[in-house]
């Protein structure tokens, strides 16, 4: 392994970390409606949970409604019990074949909140992304104990290593920025 290997790997790795950051922001529910929050709503379809993308269309009717078609008939009240009883705070309505959900606006308590959530969830992902670093820099470490690489390969591998965690930090923080404003814009 090279100094080079090691900054590769820790660089897959907090790519990996910032889109699972990504994906958790996307789980936070505004104001608006976006197909995504409905992604870890589990539906029982014969005896097994699966998610509500597998059973139904989930598509947008407009900024505030989404709409849940089920692909078979009988999964309709399936699905609107799944909806209701998810900690997501939503109140679908069945319209025949079609389910609405529409999304209820967000008091300025619940923006507050929702805002601590985002916040902490950024924290969880600084902290990954800083193991990942302490990580790499161990292994620089151990390649300099085995005289692998020299002294200032280390340094030079450690350099590398920070700036792709300032980076990865400051990405963080950009999109934390256009969440807060997408809470308190709604």
Do not use: C
């Amino acid at each position: 392994m090279t100094t080079a290997d090691i900054k590769k790997n820790a660089e897959t790795k907090m790519a990996k970390s910032i889109e699972a950051f990504k994906s958790e922001l996307q789980k936070i529910r505004t104001g608006r409606a976006h197909p995504g929050i409905l992604d870890q709503v589990q539906v029982d379809y014969y005896g097994s949970p699966v998610p509500i993308s597998q059973v139904a269309n989930v598509s947008l009717l407009d900024a505030r409604t989404l709409s849940v078609q089920p692909w078979e008939k009988g999964m309709g009240a399936k699905i609107e019990k799944a909806i209701r009883e998810s900690d997501l705070g939503l109140n679908p309505a069945s319209q025949g074949d079609l389910i609405r959900v529409p999304m209820p606006p967000l008091s300025e308590e619940r923006r507050r909140d929702l805002i601590k959530v985002v916040k902490n969830t950024a924290e969880d992902a600084k902290v990954a992304v800083r193991n990942l670093r302490r990580d790499a820099n161990e292994q620089a470490k151990k390649l300099a104990k085995d005289k692998q690489i020299t002294e200032d390969d280390e340094r030079r591998s450690q350099d590398e290593v920070q700036k792709l965690t300032d980076r990865v930090v400051s990405d963080i923080d950009k999109l934390v920025s256009a969440k807060e404003a997408e809470i308190m814009a709604v």
